[in-house]
T-cell receptor, first 114, second 107 residues
Framework: GAGVSQSPSNKVTEKGKDVELRCDPI?????LYWYRQSLGQGLEFLIY????????KSGLPSDRFSAERTGGSVSTLTIQRTQQEDSAVYLC????????????FGPGTRLTVL | RKEVEQDPGPFNVPEGATVAFNCTYS??????FFWYRQDCRKEPKLLMS???SGNEDGRFTAQLNRASQYISLLIRDSKLSDSATYLC????????FGSGTKLNVKP
C-alpha cells in the first residue's frame, strides 16, 4: 500500500521567504509527526498531531514555524521568514495511534535556504 | 543532558564480526523503546522494538536494562548491507531519537 508521502522532495529558497512543506500520511493513521534532521545529526522533534486532540507543539523552535493538519489527514508545515539555519531535511511520520505504534517515515523534504 | 545518548561511532568492522551498540536514556518513566535504521540520505525505518525480556530477530538482538537505563543492539555475523546509522528511540509522551551510531561493515 501507499506509504507516507512528502512534497516537495527538494526546496531551495531565499532567506526571508516563506515555505510550505506537505505531508500525506498513511490512510487510517491518526498520529502524525514532524521532525527536522540537520546534516549528520539526529532527529529533532517539531510537532505531533493525534486525532482531534490539540497538537503537541513543544518542539517548534520559534514562532516562525507552524503546522496544521486538515481533516485529520494531510499536514502542512509552514516556515515563515526562512533563515539559513532552517536548512535541513524535514521528515514526516505517521503511526496508527502513538506510543508503541511503529512510526512510518516519509522520504523527507530537503530544504536549503540561501 | 540529552534524553537519549548514543556513541556516534563510526564503528568500522569486518564482515562476519559481532558488534554491539548501547544507548542510554534519561527518563526512568520511559515507556517504549525501539531501534531504527537509517541509510545514507534515506528516511529512518523501524528495525525492531525492544521488550523488557529482550528480543531477537535473526542476527539482531535487542535488550533493555531499566535499572541502568540503557538499551543495546547486538548484530551478529555482520553483512555489508548492515552498514547504516542505527537510531535509538525512547518514548515518553513523545518519541525521542538519539543522534545515531554509524556502522561501516568492510569486506
Amino acid at each position: 500500500g501507499a506509504g507516507v508521502s512528502q512534497s516537495p522532495s527538494n526546496k531551495v529558497t531565499e532567506k526571508g521567504k516563506d515555505v510550505e512543506l506537505r505531508c500525506d500520511p498513511i490512510s487510517g493513521h491518526t498520529a502524525l509527526y514532524w521532525y527536522r534532521q540537520s546534516l549528520g545529526q539526529g532527529l529533532e522533534f517539531l510537532i505531533y498531531f493525534q486525532g482531534n486532540s490539540a497538537p503537541d507543539k513543544s518542539g517548534l523552535p520559534s514562532d516562525r514555524f507552524s503546522a496544521e493538519r486538515t481533516g485529520g489527514s494531510v499536514s502542512t508545515l509552514t516556515i515563515q521568514r526562512t533563515q539559513q539555519e532552517d536548512s535541513a531535511v524535514y521528515l514526516c511520520a505517521s503511526s496508527l495511534a502513538r506510543s508503541t505504534d511503529t512510526q512510518y517515515f516519509g522520504p523527507g523534504t530537503r530544504l536549503t535556504v540561501l | 543532558r540529552k534524553e537519549v545518548e548514543q556513541d556516534p561511532g563510526p564503528f568500522n568492522v569486518p564482515e562476519g564480526a559481532t558488534v554491539a551498540f548501547n544507548c542510554t536514556y534519561s527518563n526512568s518513566a520511559s515507556q517504549s523503546f525501539f531501534w531504527y535504521r537509517q541509510d545514507c540520505r534515506k528516511e529512518p525505518k523501524l528495525l525492531m522494538s525492544v521488550y523488557s525480556s529482550g528480543n531477537e530477530d535473526g542476527r539482531f538482538t535487542a535488550q533493555l536494562n531499566r535499572a541502568s537505563q540503557y538499551i543495546s543492539l547486538l548484530i551478529r555475523d555482520s553483512k555489508l548491507s548492515d552498514s547504516a546509522t542505527y537510531l535509538c528511540v525512547v518514548d515518553f509522551n513523545k518519541f525521542y531519537f538519539g543522534s545515531g551510531t554509524k556502522l561501516n561493515v568492510k569486506p
